[in-house]
């Protein structure tokens, strides 16, 4: 950042968190960036919103402004997007989120992102069974209050599907075949891709363990989903006003609803 007059609110140790895997390459283009935006507006210091700008830029690829979304469009991706991050939210361990925004990038409509709280490289089960529920936030999200799915969620799915079955075929997570690791990954130098190297019918039984835990982990955001509901109309009401929301806006959004306790919570009903 020499030569780049930063804020004082900028916090290196704060950035530093949120570029984890960042190359200096990938540093020196969110700077730059962020430089642009600060001239653009002919501003002498470069912000924490510049700053982030770049980091989305580098992570996602340029803003289209030039891309046509319809209203039904931001919609579908306001509603998509607050079930991701209620359902981070919502999660004992999931690392906060960061940034819920429906303005386009690359291929998607919108993106919620979270904040690692530490650098560790390893994921327990525990964690990998959070990020199948936060990754199918979004499409239980549509289900629920949509009445309807969208294509939107199928990189959702498939990093979901990937993840529950390398859970089970790779680091012997599943009961049905205990610490069996029916794949084995190639070169990891090449292409890392596993294989599943098994009879015919532990394979299905793969397959039935994939589609179980991930059926597990629909119930459960479901259920997640289902219980924070306010919070997340608030939320996608609130993306499709400003299509943008941060990590502290949602936190308070969160205060906010917690200090006015729920009717329901004061006047027990009985059903
Ligand atoms: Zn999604």
Redesign the pocket.
């Known amino acids: 950042s020499r030569n780049k007059p930063l804020a004082d609110e900028v916090d290196p140790k704060v950035l530093a968190r949120r570029t984890p895997g960042f190359t200096p390459a990938d540093i020196e283009n969110m700077l730059n960036e962020a430089a642009l935006l600060a001239a653009r507006d002919k501003r002498v210091k470069i912000t924490m919103i510049d700053i982030q700008e770049g980091i989305n830029k580098v992570l996602m690829g340029p803003k289209k402004k030039s891309r046509l979304v319809t209203e039904d469009d931001k919609k579908i991706t306001a509603i998509?997007?607050a079930g991701?991050a209620v359902a981070m939210y919502s999660l004992p361990t999931h690392d906060p989120v960061r940034h819920i925004t429906i303005i386009p990038r690359g291929q998607s409509l919108g993106s919620?992102w979270s904040l690692p709280r530490d650098d560790s490289f390893n994921m327990t089960r525990n964690q990998m069974y959070e990020e199948i529920v936060s990754?199918l936030g979004?499409?239980v999200a549509e289900a629920l209050f949509l009445g309807d799915i969208s294509t939107?969620?199928s990189?959702?799915i498939q990093r979901a599907t990937s993840l529950a079955r390398n859970m089970v075929t790779l680091y012997g997570m599943s009961e049905a075949l205990g610490l069996m690791a029916p794949a084995t990954v190639g070169n990891q130098y090449l292409d890392g891709q596993s294989y599943l190297d098994c009879s015919q019918e532990t394979s299905a039984l793969v397959d039935r363990e994939v589609q179980k835990l991930l059926n597990t982990c629909y119930n459960e955001t479901k259920t997640l989903l289902t219980d924070n509901r306010e919070l997340l109309d608030e939320i996608s009401a609130h993306l499709l006003t400003k299509e943008t929301i941060t990590g502290d806006e949602l936190m308070a959004f969160v205060n906010a609803s917690k200090a006015q306790p729920a009717a329901e919570e004061t006047t027990p009903t009985e059903e």
């Open positions: 998509h997007e991701h919620t990754l979004g499409r939107g969620a990189n959702d």
